[in-house]
């Protein structure tokens, strides 16, 4: 099992920033890639950002310039840093956790509210 608990949102006006954390525990041993979703009332939950375990990033077209995902293996800490705000990033953000397992098994955070005022 793996646990994740999300940190860091808030109200911030448009052009602010946040800094998203997500702390992984239990088997972590077992974490391949991490990332961060969001979900908009009435949208469907959309991949903001992941990153693996080497290292590799890809983000939503709707972030690329002013989003960033990294990763403290050390601290089994993943962070989103938020630059630009817009209303439009306005949603619940969850954290996400892959392992590597056969099959795969999927863990998310219990989420987090973002809103950006204009």
């Known amino acids: 099992q793996v646990q994740l608990v999300e940190s860091g949102g808030g109200l911030v006006q448009a052009g602010g920033s946040l800094r998203l954390s997500c702390a992984a525990s239990?088997?972590?041993?077992?974490?391949?890639?991490m990332g961060w979703y969001r979900q908009a009332p009435g949208k469907q939950r959309e991949l903001v950002a992941g990153?693996?375990?080497?290292?590799?990033?890809n983000y939503a077209d709707s972030v690329k310039g002013r989003f960033t995902i990294s990763r403290d293996n050390a601290k089994n800490t993943v962070y989103l840093q938020m630059n630009s705000l817009k209303p439009e990033d306005t949603a619940v953000y969850y954290c996400?956790?892959?392992?590597?397992?056969?099959?795969?098994?999927?863990?998310w955070g219990q989420g987090t509210q973002v809103t950006v005022s204009s």
């Open positions: 996400n956790a892959e392992t590597a397992t056969r099959p795969p098994r999927v863990y």
């Open positions: 239990g088997s972590i041993f077992s974490i391949n890639a």
């Open positions: 990153i693996t375990s080497g290292g590799s990033t």
